[in-house]
């Protein structure tokens, strides 16, 4: 079976935005990795090209394309790091939010049959279901030794809470390709390494029985 990684990127629209509520969050950018069986893991970052809701629309639909394009059709899962607290409420949000603007657009409809047609594996419940508590992806990958990229910019690794600061720049167009690439390398460092650690909690489930 395919596997799919998702992982979003985001911009506060509230001056203290609340985690758990997916209406302080606007999507700047997409990483998505794709695994084939006996075929090589592909990467890559869909990034917005503006500010305007328009392209937050064209990002989503490039993204659910991108899913489409790699699986034609057949079953694939879905793995993410905390995609059903995180990652799918905004998305779900935000299509709605655009179909609202966009009333032709039907960007929810298509997220919708992408996220019921696939199985969904979210790797932050699985380390809970074997650690009793939550565990950061940072933590989780150190457990198992899984290597990852942490890109730096300006002598200082980059962390998810340099993600809002640079997402403006991006889509704003005045981001020179440095950091673009700064943000693209961020960004695939967070779904790179779920491959290598949703088959290392499977192969430890298996020992375990």
């Known amino acids: 079976m395919d596997h799919i990684a998702l992982d979003i990127e985001t911009i506060p629209l509230e001056t203290d935005p609340d985690f758990d509520d997916p209406s302080h969050w606007t999507v700047f950018a997409v990483a998505l990795g794709h695994k084939a069986p006996d075929s090589d893991l592909v990467v890559d970052v869909l990034f917005r090209d503006s500010v305007h809701f328009n392209a937050e629309r064209d990002l989503i639909n490039r993204m659910i394309d991108w899913v489409a394009d790699r699986t034609n059709g057949e079953a694939r899962t879905l793995i993410t790091y905390n995609g059903d607290s995180y990652d799918f409420p905004i998305l779900r949000h935000r299509t709605c939010v655009?179909?609202?603007?966009?009333?032709?657009?039907?960007?929810?409809?298509?997220?919708?049959?992408?996220?019921?047609?696939?199985?969904?594996?979210?790797?932050?419940?699985?380390?809970?279901?074997?650690?009793?508590?939550?565990?950061?992806?940072?933590?989780?990958?150190?457990?198992?030794?899984?290597?990852?990229?942490?890109?730096?910019?300006?002598?200082?690794?980059?962390?998810?809470?340099?993600?809002?600061?640079?997402?403006?720049?991006?889509?704003?167009?005045?981001?020179?390709?440095?950091?673009?690439?700064?943000?693209y390398s961020y960004a695939a460092s967070d779904v790179k390494p779920l491959f290598q650690l949703h088959q290392s909690l499977n192969e430890r489930q298996c020992m375990s029985r």
């Open 98 to 183: 655009l179909d609202d603007e966009f009333p032709d657009s039907n960007v929810a409809e298509r997220l919708c049959m992408m996220l019921e047609t696939s199985m969904h594996t979210d790797l932050i419940q699985s380390m809970k279901d074997r650690k009793g508590y939550y565990v950061s992806l940072e933590d989780s990958l150190e457990e198992f030794d899984i290597s990852y990229d942490e890109p730096e910019w300006l002598g200082s690794t980059v962390t998810g809470a340099d993600m809002p600061s640079m997402g403006l720049e991006v889509i704003s167009g005045r981001a020179n390709p440095e950091l673009r690439e700064t943000v």
